[in-house]
């Protein structure tokens, strides 16, 4: 497969290691590198002037808020009006150091990548097969004819991906080892 086939619209029919290739190359599509090495100057600067702020709590809420009194709900009206404008400092100022500012769409991306990955890599562990399938199969009383039917199935289906070199050394390795051996 080329190199321009390992795209998000052709995950269906990318193997294990394409799939890996294609999660890093997402990754470092929306969230390079260079732009999280910013986030620790970032950080480091909003977390003094927190600090600085906390430190000058009351000289800053009289200049800014001037309240006559402070009463419990002042304290609260205040205080909620402060955290708020904190954390959209600090959410608005991450997503302009890192630019993402759509993190949904992001995660949606990533959680598909590996979806198929982990789709692919459960559906034919034997482990998972016997101690969740097939006890499933027979708890729900399922004929041993269709248990059979589903392992030959899985297995066909196994062999048939392993042939095209779907899975990765690794993978492979695990999916071939004997039950018993455990």
């Known amino acids: 497969m080329e190199v321009d086939e390992i795209r998000m619209d052709n995950i269906d029919n990318l193997t294990e290691e394409q799939l890996k290739i ?38 800053y809420s009289k200049k800014l808020f001037s309240p006559k009194q402070f009463g419990f709900r002042e304290v609260i ?53 016997q101690h969740f399938l097939f006890n499933l199969l027979d708890y729900f009383g399922v004929s041993d004819k269709v248990v059979n039917e589903v392992k030959g199935e899985l297995l066909t289906q196994k062999n048939e991906l392993e042939s095209k070199n779907y899975f990765s050394k690794e993978t492979s390795k695990l999916l071939n080892q004997d039950l018993d051996n455990k």
């Open 77 to 129: 009206k205040y205080g909620t009006i402060q955290s708020i404008v904190f954390t959209s400092f600090y959410i608005l100022g991450t997503a302009a150091i890192t630019g993402l500012y759509n993190p949904i769409e992001y995660m949606r991306g990533l959680a598909k990548i590996k979806g198929k990955q982990i789709d692919t890599a459960l559906k034919f562990d034997p482990n998972f097969q």
């Open 22 to 59: 294609l999660e890093q190359r997402y990754k470092q599509q929306y969230l390079p590198n260079y732009r999280l090495y910013l986030l620790v100057p970032f950080n480091l600067i909003t977390a003094g002037f927190s600090m600085y702020y906390t430190i000058h709590f009351k000289y």
